[in-house]
C-alpha cells in the first residue's frame, strides 16, 4: 500500500501514508513561533498551545478565541448590504400594525432563523404567522405559488429567512402581485439581487460585513440588533422595555451548528455563548425535545445540537410536517412543547428506519457494481421510492464509506421524476459540476455549493448524468486524492487519554468547520475485546505495549477494513480517533472514539 507521493510520504505522521481508509496521516501543522507566544501570554501547554496556532488562530487573537464576546467581535449591522433597509421596512410595517409572516426553510437554520423572529416580535406584543414549505410538494424556497397562497391570507409582508436569496423568479412574481417582500439569507446567490424591500445576504455580491461564514440564524440575531438600535432611534421602548435578545442565542447557536458553518470569529462566539445559554435549557421547545431524547439536562455541547436536537428537528421538514420544527422552538406553552417533542422524536425513529433501508438498498447496488472502488470520480445511485427527505443523508454517510462524491436520488415510479442530493469531498466542487449539468439540459433543477447539491431530473437520464459528471469532476478528483489527509494535533499513548486531557483541549470548544474537533494518535496498539454491533459499529478496548487500554468505538465500519482490523484482535496497529466523555452512571471517564486504523505492516 504503497504511496507514489514522495512529499507526502516523508511528510507522514507515523509513516502512514495510505491507511486503510485510504488516506495518508500528517501532523495539522502549526507555526512554532506562534505556538511558543500563546503558551507564554495563555499560560498553556506545549501540545493545546500548538493546536490554537494550527487552527490559524495568531498571537494577538488568542484571548478572544478561548473566552470569546459579543462586545469584542459583534459587527455593526450597517456593514451588511440591505441590514439598514432591513430594519426600516420591518418596524414600518410593525408600527402599521401590518400583516406579516415569516417564510421560512424546513431544516434546523430555517427554524432557529423563524423562531429568533418570532420571539422577538412577540416581546413586541406582535405574533408572526409562519409558512414553511413543504419539502416533498413545494420543494425548496419560495414559489410563485406560495407567495399568491400569502397574498391571498391577507399577507402584507414577507420576511424569507435561510432562503429567498437565489429566487429572483419567485420574488420578482412577489413584486407583480404587490406583495412586500424581506430576504435573510446566508446562502450563494446570483450576481443580481432578486426584487424585494431589502435583500440582507453576507455572501452578496458586494456585501463588505466580513461575516460570511455565519448560518441564516446568525444574520437574522445581527438583524434583531439592527432593529433594536432602530427601534431606540424611534423610541419605540420609551414605554416597553426593549427586548434582550441575548436570552435567544441558544437559537442562534443550534442553526450555526447545525448548519455546519466555519465557527470563527463573531460566529465562534455567537455559538460558544449560545451553547451557555442553551445549558440552562429554558426554552421550552429544547428541554422537551432533550427530555423526549431521554437525555439529561446540563452542559450542552455541539453534540447535543448537532446529534440529540437537529437531527429530530429535521425530522419534521424529511418525512413530517415541515413547520414542526418552528412551532417547537417558538412556543412558550410547556403542553404544547412536549407534544410537539413526541412528535419529533417519533418522526426521527421513522426516518432513522427509512435511511437505513436506503442506505442498505444504495450500498449493495454500488458495491455489486464495483462503482465505489473504481477510478470514478463520482458514484450516481438512483431507487425507485427512495425517500427525497433522507437521499441527502445517505448520499453523506456514503462518501464517508467512500471517500469521494455520492448523489443519491429517488426517482417516482409512477412520474418518472428523480430528487437527488449530493455531498462531495474537499476540493470537489460538487455545486458546480450539478450547475453545469443543469446548464447541458441534463437536469430540470440543480444546483448547491462546493459540498453538497441537489437536483431535480428525469429518471431515465442517471446514467447520462452519471457519465457527466465522471467527465466534469475527474481532474479535481486527482487532486482531491493526492489531498485526502488526515490531519492529527497529538500523539498520545493509551494511559494519557484521561478525561484531564479532554477537559484541557475542551477549552477550543465548540468545534466544527475552521476549528475541528482535537484529533490525537495511538501507536503500537492492540484490539481487545472486539464486538459488532447493531449499525455496523465495533466497540473494542485498545491496549498499548505497557498495558494500559481505553475503551473504544468506530462508527458504521463491521464490513470495511478499518473494522475488519479491529474485529480480528490484531495488535500494532495505528490508530487516530477523538475523546469522547464517557458519563455513564456517573463515571467521569473517557471513551476514543475511532476515525482511522493503520496497520504498519501493509504500509
Given amino acids: 500500500m504503497a504511496d ?64 470569546p464576546t459579543l462586545r469584542a467581535l459583534f459587527p455593526d449591522p450597517s456593514s451588511f448590504m440591505g441590514m439598514d433597509a432591513a430594519a426600516d421596512a420591518i418596524l414600518n410595517a410593525l408600527q402599521a400594525k401590518a400583516n406579516i409572516h415569516v417564510f421560512a426553510d424546513y431544516d434546523v437554520d430555517g ?53 429567498g436569496a437565489a429566487a429572483n423568479e419567485a420574488l420578482a412574481h412577489a413584486a407583480a402581485i404587490a406583495l412586500n417582500v424581506v430576504v435573510i439569507d446566508h446562502h450563494l446567490m446570483r450576481s443580481e439581487p432578486p426584487t424585494a424591500l431589502a435583500v440582507v445576504n453576507p455572501n452578496r455580491p458586494g456585501c463588505n460585513s466580513g461575516q460570511g461564514n455565519l448560518a441564516a440564524a446568525g444574520v437574522v440575531f445581527v438583524l434583531l440588533a439592527a432593529l433594536n438600535r432602530e427601534g431606540r432611534r424611534r423610541g419605540l ?22 448548519d455546519v458553518t466555519g465557527l470563527t470569529g463573531f460566529n465562534r462566539a455567537l455559538t460558544g455563548l449560545g451553547l451557555k445559554v442553551m445549558s ?136 418518472g421524476l428523480g430528487k437527488g442530493s449530493g455531498r462531495s469531498q474537499p476540493g470537489m466542487n460538487l455545486g458546480r459540476a450539478i450547475q453545469a449539468a ?35 469532476l475527474a481532474t479535481e478528483r486527482v487532486e482531491a486524492v493526492a489531498h485526502d489527509v488526515l490531519e492529527i494535533d497529538a500523539l498520545i499513548d493509551p ?41 455496523g459499529h465495533v466497540r473494542c478496548r485498545l491496549v498499548g505495549p505497557d498495558g494500559a487500554s481505553v475503551k473504544a468505538i468506530a462508527w458504521r465500519c463491521a464490513d470495511l477494513p478499518t473494522g475488519q482490523a479491529l474485529l480480528s484482535g490484531q495488535g500494532g496497529l495505528s490508530i487516530v480517533g477523538r475523546l469522547k466523555a464517557d458519563d455513564w452512571n456517573g463515571r467521569k471517564g473517557v471513551q476514543f472514539e475511532i476515525e482511522d486504523v493503520a496497520d504498519p505492516r501493509m504500509i
Avoid at 312 to 327: C, E, M
Avoid at 353 to 360: G, K
Avoid at 499 to 525: C, I, K, T, Y
Fill in 438 to 472: 443543469w446548464e447541458s439540459g441534463i437536469l430540470l433543477a440543480g444546483g448547491g455549493h462546493a459540498m453538497a447539491a441537489g437536483l431535480t431530473m428525469d429518471g431515465a437520464r442517471v446514467s447520462e448524468l452519471t457519465a457527466f459528471l465522471n467527465a466534469k
Fill in 111 to 163: 427554524a432557529s432563523s423563524a423562531a429568533l423572529l418570532m420571539r422577538w416580535f412577540r416581546a413586541m406584543g406582535h405574533e408572526l404567522s409562519i409558512y414553511v414549505p413543504d419539502r416533498l410538494t413545494e420543494g425548496y424556497g419560495p414559489s410563485a405559488k406560495a407567495f399568491d397562497t400569502l397574498k391571498a391570507s391577507g399577507a402584507d409582508l414577507v420576511i424569507t429567512v435561510d432562503c
Fill in 280 to 415: 440552562d435549557w429554558r426554552n421550552p421547545g429544547l428541554r422537551a425535545l432533550l427530555a423526549a431524547a431521554g437525555a439529561e439536562p446540563g452542559p450542552a455541547k455541539s453534540n447535543h445540537a448537532g446529534f440529540i436536537l437537529g437531527p429530530r428537528i429535521n425530522a419534521g421538514g424529511r418525512i413530517g410536517r415541515s413547520d414542526l420544527g418552528a412551532r417547537l422552538l417558538s412556543t412558550d406553552d410547556p403542553a404544547e412543547a412536549e407534544a410537539l417533542a413526541i412528535e419529533l422524536d417519533a418522526l426521527n425513529l421513522s426516518r432513522r428506519d427509512v435511511e437505513r433501508a436506503v442506505t442498505d438498498a444504495a450500498v449493495r447496488r454500488v458495491e455489486a457494481t464495483g462503482a465505489h472502488a473504481d477510478e470514478s470520480a463520482v458514484v450516481v445511485v438512483a431507487g425507485e421510492d427512495w425517500h427525497p427527505g433522507v437521499v441527502g443523508i445517505v448520499a453523506g454517510r456514503l462518501r464517508e464509506r467512500w471517500r469521494k462524491p455520492v448523489i443519491v436520488i429517488g426517482v417516482d415510479p409512477v412520474t
Fill in 495 to 535: 494511559a494519557a487519554a484521561t478525561r484531564d486531557l479532554l477537559e484541557s483541549f475542551e477549552r477550543l470548544a465548540p468545534f466544527g468547520p475552521a476549528n475541528p474537533e482535537p484529533s490525537f494518535a495511538l501507536s503500537g496498539v492492540q484490539a481487545r475485546e472486539p464486538v459488532a454491533m447493531n449499525g
Fill in 237 to 258: 421602548f420609551a414605554e416597553r422595555v426593549e427586548p434582550d435578545i441575548r436570552q435567544w442565542l441558544d437559537l442562534a447557536a443550534l442553526g450555526a451548528i447545525c
Fill in 4 to 67: 507514489d507521493s514522495g512529499a507526502k510520504t516523508l511528510n507522514a505522521f507515523l509513516g502512514v501514508s495510505r491507511s486503510l481508509s485510504g488516506r495518508a496521516w500528517r501532523q495539522r501543522p502549526a507555526d512554532a513561533a506562534t505556538t511558543r507566544a500563546h503558551m507564554q501570554t495563555l499560560n498553556l501547554e506545549e501540545p493545546l498551545a500548538r493546536a490554537l496556532a494550527s487552527r490559524g488562530v495568531r498571537a494577538d487573537q488568542g484571548q478572544d478565541f478561548l473566552t
